[in-house]
């Protein structure tokens, strides 16, 4: 498998691990060993396949990788990566050159050379990309969508509409607090949008609404507006915080998102306005969500996988057929946030990514439990997982321009060290408790000879 990932301090990285590494099962530990006891020679062990790392880029905080998604269909050979700056670029899997680069925003500071943020302490950030035939697609925080036609050889040759009818330039939701768009992959025209008291809404990228001032940021239009739960059994307003979004199927109507209020909802928007399934998953906002691939949701139960701020990881099986979802398990083994969580299509496993500086494989099912685990160094914010057949054709060899070939024999050394450390030989019970009893004895004796000379002293 290859995964390819994004980091807080600008890298970018190419992690091939074989499909036969697991985790290694704990080393019984002797009960006695001497300090003439050599390590056992591992000559005759088969050689462990290693895991490949290649990395991108320089470090850099102010180039945080915020996003990533794949560079045109499959087979993979590029990969966009959004940055803390405002800049998106295409980088070559292969070699890490950069292909294309496009400047979205400019940071913005206020007097005192401090970032501007909002009212949850960010400055303006990304919240959306996407590539679709080369055409780029990119939104903010802000409620600003930046639709970029591909390189051409001249400005004349540049159209105003790509072949799916997309419009070319920057437009405007006129909403702010956007917390997650997303494209749905089958239908690249229908986006969707939600954030702080911003719920679910659907845009149609074809259809813009024209204003009077030329020079004003055209303005798009939205076809669909989810309508809020009802008021809670006190008849207080529920408040609206969407986090996550995602497309269930190849129809353009089952929508699953996760809010800040740890509430995990689906909704059908050719059936009503609100949702459908309404359920709390856990105590702490929801950070990422993934599915497994189905063609039809109303036919199939969907899997899908979510995590929290605080490290939790639960499956949940959601019925559209009975309108019902409920939690079907949990993974262990996480420390901290994860980030970013992928299911690779026909391979039963869920891939995560968090602050922990791991990027972790589970089991979908059965026991979930873990399968493979990397270290990569950097607290990890995005994540991309590679089908197993564009894999099967090898990964990069030697050392290429821009980036570094890094052989991931951590463990192996580590049984190393760790075997040529000489062991403490502990005493037997037995040895200890005489032991104990002749240090006691002599203490008593002293004790009492110390009162015999001060009775001495006295008399």
């Given amino acids: 498998m290859r995964y390819i990932t994004g980091d807080e301090v600008g890298l970018s990285k190419v992690t091939i691990v074989p499909e036969d590494q697991r985790p290694a099962e704990p080393a019984s530990r002797p009960s006695k060993k001497r300090r003439d006891d050599k390590p056992d020679s591992k000559k005759d062990e088969p050689a462990k396949p290693t895991t490949t790392t290649l990395t991108f880029g320089s470090i850099n905080r102010n180039a945080e990788v915020q996003m990533m998604c794949w560079a045109g269909p499959e087979p993979h050979t590029a990969v966009v990566v959004a940055r803390k700056n405002g800049v998106v670029q295409y980088l070559d899997l292969d070699n890490g050159n950069v292909l294309r680069e496009h400047v979205i925003f400019v940071p913005q500071f206020d007097q005192e050379g401090k970032p501007i943020v909002n009212k949850y302490k960010k400055p303006e950030h990304f919240v959306g990309l996407w590539d679709v035939n080369g055409t780029l697609i990119v939104c903010t925080d802000l409620g600003l969508l930046h639709i970029i036609p591909p390189p051409s050889e001249t400005a004349a040759d540049t159209p105003t509409v790509d072949e799916s009818g997309l419009p070319f330039g920057t437009f405007t939701f006129a909403q702010d607090l956007i917390f997650r768009t997303r494209v749905h992959p089958q239908h690249p025209h229908l986006l969707a949008t939600g954030g702080d008291e911003r719920d679910l809404t659907l845009w149609n990228l074809r259809e813009q609404k024209l204003t009077a001032d030329p020079q004003s940021i055209p303005k798009l239009a939205s076809f669909w507006t989810a309508k809020n739960v009802k008021n809670d059994f006190l008849n207080i307003r529920v408040p609206v915080w969407i986090t996550e979004i995602l497309f269930l199927d190849s129809s353009e109507t089952r929508i699953m998102t996760g809010t800040g209020h740890h509430q995990i909802r689906v909704y059908d928007t050719a059936k009503a306005r609100r949702p459908i399934i309404n359920i709390n998953v856990g105590t702490h906002p929801i950070r990422a969500i993934a599915a497994s691939h189905v063609e039809n949701a109303e036919d199939e139960i969907v899997k899908a996988v979510v995590s929290d701020t605080t490290g939790q990881l639960m499956q949940i099986n959601v019925d559209l057929q009975g309108t019902s979802a409920k939690v079907a398990g949990k993974y262990a083994g996480l420390s901290g946030a994860v980030t970013d969580v992928a299911i690779p299509k026909g391979t039963g496993t869920v891939v995560t990514v968090g602050l922990d500086r791991f990027v972790k494989v589970f089991e979908l099912e059965d026991d979930r439990k873990l399968v493979s685990k990397v270290y990569l160094k950097q607290r990890l914010n995005c994540v991309l997982v ?74």
């Fill in 386 to 459: 590679d089908d197993p057949e564009a894999t099967e054709s090898g990964g990069p060899d030697g050392e290429a321009e821009g980036g570094e070939v890094r052989h991931d024999e951590s463990e192996e050394e580590d049984d190393e060290v760790w075997g040529q450390i000489e062991e403490v030989v502990v005493e037997d019970q037995e040895e200890k408790k005489a032991s104990k009893k002749s240090f006691k004895s002599k203490e008593s004796n002293g004790q009492s000879k110390s009162k015999q000379l001060k009775r001495k002293k006295t008399a």
